[in-house]
């Protein structure tokens, strides 16, 4: 991808429609996940941005094949698979690697694959992939920003993961469905990306289900044929043209959107006083006049994604008083605030009082750092004005875009293949609403 800029002239309100595609946070790993079939599969809907071309590439280096067929779909064929080392040069690239550990150990009894990269919001902790995996039977030599695994046959177990973790639930998930025997993973995430995980591998051939309480029983088969299956809309494509709606003072339909993949999203859309309304063409989002402050307490599945944090703070510097967010999944997610600040938004970091932080957060207390914020205040309204830019990581670039969308004058935003791993087109999608954006080419 060639490197590239964004020139965000403001001020003008977005009209139009937006449909939005197939959910990053599913398409790779699905993508992954078909190769542990023995024939070919055809995925539908899938996004065409850099996280789903790199994990593409990573495919055609192991043998297989994953290629484009007509709009939107992929074929992923596994019959001349044979490697089982993910190159190195990925793994700064992107948090996919270790999701190759149980589609690699099922095929050859063996993985290489690079530490994790993706974007920089703190560490996510891998022992709690790595423990389930051990107690199926895997052993792990790290060396050299490498992990290498090695296991014959993965046999089913009682895993209980200590906190939630979305990718440790779909990597156990991958590596129970040709297991021996049983597996019950316990406190597993419920987002609706893992279901629809759960749904394309039980078409495969796969016994997995869901109980209550936060199980999921999965019971090893001995062989996965391919399926047709079409990815679910991502629900942070709409959450963010949502929220560029509302804070431009626009009027949009985000087709596809899915009211029960956003309810947490749309209650606090009513708590701040943003319009909405919900048809069977997807949701409509508008300004309907002034916005009120609330307070956010981002939470795991169903509760208020910390994805969406970032992109609904923009609509925070435009409501009527103090408004709080506090940070408890990510443990470090504020890289967009001085940035914002830099555009004209008072916003002040706090540290919330928790009686019991390695209980009450997400992430790895111990990894906790001085420098780590997890609480801001913003006092709104805000009347953004432009800027300069480089943008670091994917949901805060998406939400300094947002703001210079609504900004006097002009905003110029670098490193803009950050925002482009998990959004296709999105500033031609923009321009056909009445954003005023220009590429400009390094």
Not at 421 to 431: F, V
Request: charge should be neutral; proline fraction near 3%; aromatic fraction near 8%.
């Amino acid at each position: 991808m060639s490197k590239a800029s964004f020139v965000v002239t403001g001020g003008t309100p977005l009209y139009g429609s937006v449909r939005v595609g197939g959910a990053k946070n599913a398409s790779y790993k699905l993508m992954i996940a078909a190769l542990l079939g023995s024939k070919e599969s055809r995925l539908l809907n899938l996004p065409d941005i850099s996280d789903v071309d790199l994990v593409a590439s990573i495919i055609n280096e192991l043998g297989a094949k994953a290629y484009r067929v007509g709009e939107r779909t992929f074929f992923i064929d596994t019959r001349n698979m044979r490697f089982s080392t993910v190159s190195a040069k990925h793994g700064e690239q992107s948090r996919a690697s270790t999701l190759f550990i149980p589609v690699l150990l099922a095929k050859f009894g063996q993985a290489e694959v690079p530490l994790p990269g993706g974007d920089k919001i703190g560490k996510r902790p891998l022992e709690r992939h790595m423990m389930g995996l051990e107690l199926m039977g895997a052993k792990f030599v790290q060396e050299d920003g490498v992990l290498k695994a090695s296991c014959k046959q993965l046999k089913g177990c009682t895993y209980r993961f200590e906190k939630n973790t979305h990718t440790g639930t779909e990597t156990l998930i991958m590596a129970a469905v040709l297991a021996q025997g049983k597996t019950i993973l316990e406190n597993a995430a419920e987002e609706p990306e893992i279901d629809d995980l759960i749904a394309f591998l039980n078409q495969m051939g796969a016994k997995i289900r869901r109980r209550p309480f936060r199980k999921i029983e999965i019971e090893g088969v001995s062989k996965l044929g391919g399926a047709i299956y079409k990815i679910m809309p991502d629900r942070n494509e709409a959450v963010s043209y949502a929220c560029a709606a509302i804070a431009s003072r626009g009027d949009i339909v985000v087709e596809n959107a899915r009211r029960q993949d956003l309810k947490a999203f749309l209650d606090k859309l009513d708590e701040i006083g943003a319009g909405y309304e919900i048809g069977d063409y997807g949701i409509r989002f508008y300004y309907k006049g002034e916005l009120r402050a609330t307070d956010l307490e981002t939470e795991i599945h169903p509760g208020f994604m910390t994805d969406w944090q970032p992109l609904f703070a923009t609509l925070l510097c435009q409501c009527h008083g103090e408004s709080i967010i506090h940070e408890t999944v990510m443990q470090n997610r504020f890289q967009y605030v001085e940035d914002l600040k830099a555009m004209g938004a008072k916003i002040e970091y706090f540290n919330p009082e928790v009686k019991n932080p390695d209980e009450f957060y997400n992430f790895n207390w111990q990894d906790h750092q001085e420098s780590d914020r997890h609480g801001i205040k913003i006092f709104g309204p805000t009347s953004f004005m432009g800027g300069e830019f480089t943008i670091h990581d994917l949901r805060a670039g998406a939400t300094i875009l947002l703001a210079a969308i609504s900004a006097k004058g002009q905003t110029i935003l670098h490193n803009i293949e950050q925002v482009e791993r998990g959004y296709q087109k999105i500033d031609e999608k923009l321009i056909l609403m009445g954003a005023k954006i220009e590429r400009v080419q390094k």
